[in-house]
């Protein structure tokens, strides 16, 4: 062999072993900050923190930038009829408790979500499924009522349909809690001490390219500003949110330009928006809610609130997620259009009075939001103080999140902020919600004339085979709801990071409620 193919190949080797380094496992722990507690990460229920339900149990179809992948799942086959999914499974995959992950486990797990129907009714795909049987040891059939199109999707969602070792099931189920947290995924849960530190070590069975990170702590910080201290203070080294629940905007902009940290943010992944109850007796009336509509002013909120990193939305869904670019209604920022209509509809404003009133009945309105989030806060107030300007009173009501939930579970608001639930979500499951009580969008849409047809509308492009008629059955939905005006959107939200310098490879997944632990590393000369 020549000198010169000697060097070369030194070189190679040398290399090689450099991508081997970076990539190779450490001993280094990351210490994250949140404001909330884990909970309890039961992946069949709600109550936990999803970001931390992805990190311990997987799916058997993952989403990515690319689209759907296979994962627990390494193949499939779809019935021409589409109401059969044929699932082979990994042979190399086993629970963190030494259980196997085989289709028995997989039948116990969706059997188990299937059991608390009531709980998952939301979903569709719950609705759909009719039995799932076991091939044999790697191979599992789910079989479906109707063709549903999102299958694959939904089962990639970070939960309900994740897999627990079924020697967790509390007799026989998962609806009433579970004995341990035993997943398939590169962490295990190790240590948990409520709403004050969560542990996370790396999986070392992990079937998978192992974590780089040896562990990950989950550090409880309820107050934002104590958070950001210690994140500046070095105590740890990430913040990771979608929509102001751990830092406000003017925050991060600070720090943006501060320089000592560094800041990521996602693509647009989400839409947030006004519900207006068209079931409440002032915004029952559609031209109430379509002055609402042109009195806000978005662009305010997209420099004022969100410091230009979010664009305007001037429709629910962005126009590039499936199915939602068609005609729709769309409301410009009018004041002067906001009162003539407020005016034609008999909302007249007395002399010398600052309110609106209509047969001695105040234009008066309560606006429900929570308190903990930072962007909702001053999204409220700046809609309070736009609405000001053509006569409507706004009083805010921020409460505590379960308060706020309860409250958009009974309908018992005017007006309430919401963020649509992004990818993989939008729009079919998020339109599926739209059918369920204890959703928001159901308490704002549940006034409108044509509620029962909206829902049968959103039954039948679920299941519908037929590509066309399901693209005319979108198109037909958001253009009433336009017209309806139950929702002004306002503008397209990003995940968004700030981390130590030292931290490397943080981005994001396609879903804001995930953060991708398992990329991350230190570099050799930062921890």
């Given at each position: 062999?020549?000198?010169?193919?000697?060097?070369?190949?030194?070189?190679?080797?040398?290399?090689?072993?450099?991508?081997?380094?970076?990539?190779a496992?450490?001993?280094?722990?990351?210490e994250?900050g949140?404001?909330?507690?884990?909970?309890?990460?039961?992946?069949?229920?709600?109550?936990?923190?999803?970001?931390?339900?992805?990190?311990?149990?997987?799916p058997?179809?993952?989403?990515?930038?690319?689209?759907?992948?296979?994962?627990?799942?390494?193949?499939w086959?779809?019935?021409?009829?589409?109401?059969?999914?044929?699932?082979?499974?990994?042979?190399?995959?086993?629970?963190?408790?030494?259980e196997?992950?085989?289709?028995?486990?997989?039948?116990?797990?969706?059997?188990?979500?299937?059991?608390?129907?009531?709980?998952?009714?939301?979903?569709?795909l719950?609705?759909?499924?009719?039995?799932?049987?076991?091939?044999?040891?790697?191979?599992?059939?789910?079989?479906?009522?109707?063709?549903y199109?999102?299958?694959?999707?939904?089962?990639?969602?970070?939960?309900?349909?994740r897999?627990?070792?079924?020697?967790?099931?509390?007799?026989?189920?998962?609806?009433?809690g579970v004995?341990?947290?035993?997943?398939?995924g590169?962490?295990?849960?190790?240590?948990?001490?409520?709403?004050?530190r969560?542990?996370f070590?790396r999986?070392p069975?992990?079937?998978?390219?192992?974590?780089?990170?040896?562990g990950?702590?989950?550090n409880?910080?309820?107050?934002?500003?104590?958070?950001?201290l210690?994140?500046?203070?070095?105590?740890?080294?990430?913040?990771?949110?979608?929509?102001?629940?751990m830092l406000s905007?003017?925050?991060?902009?600070?720090?943006?330009?501060?320089?000592?940290?560094r800041?990521?943010?996602?693509?647009?992944?989400?839409?947030?928006?006004?519900?207006l109850?068209?079931?409440?007796?002032?915004?029952?009336?559609?031209?109430?809610?379509?002055?609402?509509?042109?009195?806000?002013?978005k662009?305010?909120?997209?420099?004022?609130?969100?410091?230009?990193?979010?664009?305007?939305?001037?429709?629910?869904?962005?126009r590039n997620?499936?199915?939602?670019?068609?005609?729709?209604?769309?409301?410009?920022y009018?004041?002067?259009l906001?009162?003539?209509?407020?005016?034609?509809?008999?909302?007249?404003?007395?002399?010398?009075?600052?309110?609106?009133?209509?047969?001695?009945?105040?234009?008066?309105?309560?606006?429900?939001?929570?308190?903990?989030?930072?962007?909702?806060?001053?999204?409220?107030?700046?809609?309070?103080?736009d609405?000001?300007?053509?006569g409507?009173k706004?009083d805010?009501?921020?409460?505590e999140?379960?308060?706020?939930?309860?409250?958009?579970?009974?309908?018992?608001?005017?007006l309430?902020?919401?963020?649509?639930?992004?990818?993989?979500?939008?729009?079919?499951?998020?339109?599926?919600?739209?059918?369920?009580?204890?959703?928001?969008d159901?308490?704002?849409?549940?006034?409108?004339?044509?509620?029962?047809?909206?829902?049968?509308?959103?039954?039948?492009?679920l299941?519908?085979?037929?590509?066309?008629?399901?693209?005319?059955?979108?198109?037909?939905?958001f253009s009433?709801?336009?017209?309806?005006?139950?929702?002004?959107?306002?503008?397209?939200s990003?995940?968004?990071?700030?981390?130590?310098?030292?931290?490397e490879?943080?981005?994001?997944n396609?879903?804001?409620?995930?953060?991708?632990?398992?990329k991350?590393t230190?570099?050799?000369s930062?921890?």
């Amino acid at each position: 062999m020549s000198f010169r193919w000697v060097v070369v190949l030194f070189a190679l080797i040398c290399l090689s072993l450099t991508f081997r380094v970076a990539a190779a496992p450490t001993d280094q722990i990351l210490e994250y900050g949140s404001t909330k507690d884990i909970r309890d990460i039961n992946p069949h229920l709600y109550s936990g923190e999803m970001a931390a339900q992805n990190m311990v149990f997987e799916p058997l179809v993952l989403t990515t930038s690319q689209g759907l992948v296979p994962h627990l799942a390494k193949s499939w086959e779809i019935s021409p009829d589409g109401r059969t999914y044929t699932f082979h499974l990994r042979d190399d995959v086993t629970f963190t408790d030494g259980e196997p992950f085989d289709a028995q486990a997989v039948k116990k797990n969706i059997d188990a979500v299937i059991d608390n129907y009531e709980r998952h009714a939301w979903l569709e795909l719950v609705r759909q499924i009719d039995a799932v049987n076991v091939i044999d040891t790697h191979t599992v059939e789910l079989k479906l009522k109707n063709p549903y199109y999102p299958t694959l999707t939904e089962l990639s969602l970070t939960r309900p349909f994740r897999f627990i070792s079924p020697t967790a099931f509390i007799e026989g189920a998962t609806k009433n809690g579970v004995s341990s947290y035993a997943g398939t995924g590169p962490w295990v849960l190790k240590n948990h001490q409520r709403n004050q530190r969560a542990q996370f070590e790396r999986n070392p069975n992990y079937w998978g390219e192992s974590p780089a990170l040896a562990g990950v702590n989950w550090n409880v910080i309820p107050d934002r500003q104590t958070l950001l201290l210690a994140l500046q203070k070095g105590d740890i080294q990430l913040i990771f949110g979608a929509d102001g629940d751990m830092l406000s905007m003017d925050a991060f902009e600070a720090l943006q330009a501060d320089g000592k940290l560094r800041t990521k943010m996602s693509d647009p992944i989400a839409s947030r928006a006004i519900v207006l109850n068209s079931a409440r007796p002032v915004t029952s009336d559609v031209n109430v809610r379509r002055a609402l509509s042109h009195a806000v002013d978005k662009e305010g909120i997209a420099l004022g609130v969100m410091g230009g990193s979010e664009t305007v939305a001037q429709t629910l869904m962005a126009r590039n997620v499936p199915y939602s670019d068609v005609d729709q209604q769309e409301y410009d920022y009018d004041l002067e259009l906001a009162q003539q209509i407020l005016e034609d509809s008999g909302w007249v404003l007395p002399a010398g009075q600052t309110v609106r009133q209509k047969d001695g009945q105040l234009l008066s309105l309560v606006f429900s939001y929570n308190v903990a989030n930072a962007a909702e806060k001053d999204i409220a107030e700046l809609i309070q103080d736009d609405f000001k300007k053509i006569g409507v009173k706004v009083d805010l009501l921020g409460e505590e999140k379960q308060a706020y939930l309860d409250r958009q579970r009974t309908g018992d608001f005017d007006l309430q902020y919401s963020l649509s639930w992004g990818t993989p979500y939008d729009p079919a499951s998020f339109v599926s919600s739209f059918r369920i009580p204890a959703h928001a969008d159901y308490q704002g849409q549940k006034g409108l004339p044509n509620k029962v047809q909206l829902d049968a509308m959103i039954d039948e492009l679920l299941i519908t085979p037929d590509e066309e008629k399901r693209k005319a059955l979108y198109a037909e939905l958001f253009s009433t709801l336009a017209q309806e005006a139950v929702y002004i959107p306002l503008t397209y939200s990003r995940t968004k990071a700030i981390h130590q310098k030292a931290l490397e490879n943080v981005g994001f997944n396609p879903s804001q409620y995930e953060v991708p632990f398992e990329k991350m590393t230190f570099s050799a000369s930062g921890h």
